[in-house]
Structure formats: structure tokens, C-alpha cells
T-cell receptor
Framework: GEDVEQSLFLSVREGDSSVINCTYTDSSSTYLYWYKQEPGAGLQLLTY?????DMKQDQRLTVLLNKKDKHLSLRIADTQTGDSAIYFCAGTGNTGKLIFGQGTTLQVKP | DVKVTQSSRYLVKRTGEKVFLECVQDMDHENMFWYRQDPGLGLRLIYFSYDVKMKEKGDIPEGYSVSREKKERFSLILESASTNQTSMYLC??????????????FGEGSWLTVV
């Protein structure tokens, strides 16, 4: 089945760019997703990319997909303190069910 | 604007107690899910349901059961709570299909402590 891996922690300074990385094993995922979890809250869909795309940009967010290496990244430009949260990548694999990574805690220092 | 509601945010239960976690969604979604979230492990799927009275085991169903008598309500049951079930439990709902991740909504989570 699908396995999704992320590093657990990233610390950046306010105004810098953040890059959160994710690797996955099942190349049959139709979509790959990024979710954001703020303290004390559930997950919210941040952005997603269709598997036949290499890149998707949405305001300060850029998603890059390298299908050959099964690598997904989320870049946040001009990171703000309000971006501090846990970020989860997820894929559906061939079962259609969402499989989540471990989550990356992003700490933004003023 | 609340879409997925988990009735209890914080619970403390004793070992061996029966625990019910309730979840209600108002979006008429077919799919409903229960996950548990633990630091360093991410979200792990316990059970999901794709229709009323239908259920399927997720990755970690042991020690849990579920009930879906109505489309909008999905209950997670711990028959005999144990300390290793101390965790945050997240309920979610979505439309069916391979793009379900685009339509999934999560509740705010239920923090369960078993002592």
C-alpha cells in the first residue's frame, strides 16, 4: 500500500521561504494533497496537485511534483507567523483512501 | 459554518470503560472516517464508512468499533478503553471517489485521555 514520509520539523525566520518535503511510494495516486493543521484544530485542505502536473502555484504556495523520484514539496513564500502549523502531505494510492504522512511542524520565528 | 462536529473535545476515561465518540456532518457526504493522530505518526485510519450501515476496517481497527445508523452520524466506540488509546481522534467526511481528498472536511478533534 501507499507509504508517505515527511520530516518532522522545520524552523524558518519570518519573511524567508519554507520548503516542506514529502516522499511517497505508490505512483498510482491521482491527486496529492497538502493539509494544514493549526493548534487545537482539525486539518484543512491547503492545496493539491493532479498527478500529471509538475507544478501548481496558488498565491504564496508552490507545489512541485517529481513523479520519477516520487517526491512532493510545498514552498511557502514570505513565511509569516500565521503559517506556523503542522503540514501533512497525503496521497490516495490505488485504494482511493487518503494516506497521510507524519506531519511537519513548521515553526516561524519573528 | 460548522460542517463536521465532534461532540466531545476533551474526555478523561478510566481503563476498562466503554467510550463513545460521536461525529455529525451536515454536508450529506457518503464517506465518513475516524483517524487517530499521534505525534510523529501522523494520522492513521481506524475505520471508515462509505454508506449507512456500511463500514470497513482501516489500518488500526483493533480495540475499536464503529456505528453508522444514519448518513450524517458516525460513532467510534472503544469497548474497553486502555491507556494506549490515549490520543487525539479526528472525524472526517467526504464525497466518494478518487478525488475525495478535495472534498474532505475534518472535525476539530477529540482529545481522549485514558487513566
Amino acid at each position: 500500500g501507499e507509504d508517505v514520509e515527511q520530516s518532522l520539523f522545520l524552523s524558518v525566520r519570518e519573511g524567508d521561504s519554507s520548503v516542506i518535503n514529502c516522499t511517497y511510494t505508490d505512483s498510482s495516486s491521482t491527486y496529492l494533497y497538502w493539509y494544514k493543521q493549526e493548534p487545537g484544530a482539525g486539518l484543512q485542505l491547503l492545496t493539491y496537485i493532479f498527478s500529471n502536473m509538475d507544478m501548481k502555484q496558488d498565491q504564496r504556495l508552490t507545489v512541485l511534483l517529481n513523479k520519477k523520484d516520487k517526491h512532493l514539496s510545498l514552498r511557502i513564500a514570505d513565511t509569516q507567523t500565521g503559517d506556523s502549523a503542522i503540514y501533512f502531505c497525503a496521497g490516495t494510492g490505488n485504494t482511493g483512501k487518503l494516506i497521510f504522512g507524519q506531519g511537519t511542524t513548521l515553526q516561524v520565528k519573528p | 459554518d460548522v460542517k463536521v462536529t465532534q461532540s466531545s473535545r476533551y474526555l478523561v476515561k478510566r481503563t476498562g470503560e466503554k467510550v463513545f465518540l460521536e461525529c455529525v456532518q451536515d454536508m450529506d457526504h457518503e464517506n465518513m472516517f475516524w483517524y487517530r493522530q499521534d505525534p510523529g505518526l501522523g494520522l492513521r485510519l481506524i475505520y471508515f464508512s462509505y454508506d449507512v450501515k456500511m463500514k470497513e476496517k482501516g489500518d488500526i481497527p483493533e480495540g475499536y468499533s464503529v456505528s453508522r445508523e444514519k448518513k450524517e452520524r458516525f460513532s467510534l466506540i472503544l469497548e474497553s478503553a486502555s491507556t494506549n488509546q490515549t490520543s487525539m481522534y479526528l472525524c472526517a467526511s467526504s464525497l466518494p471517489g478518487r478525488s475525495s481528498g478535495n472534498t474532505i472536511y475534518f472535525g476539530e478533534g477529540s482529545w481522549l485521555t485514558v487513566v
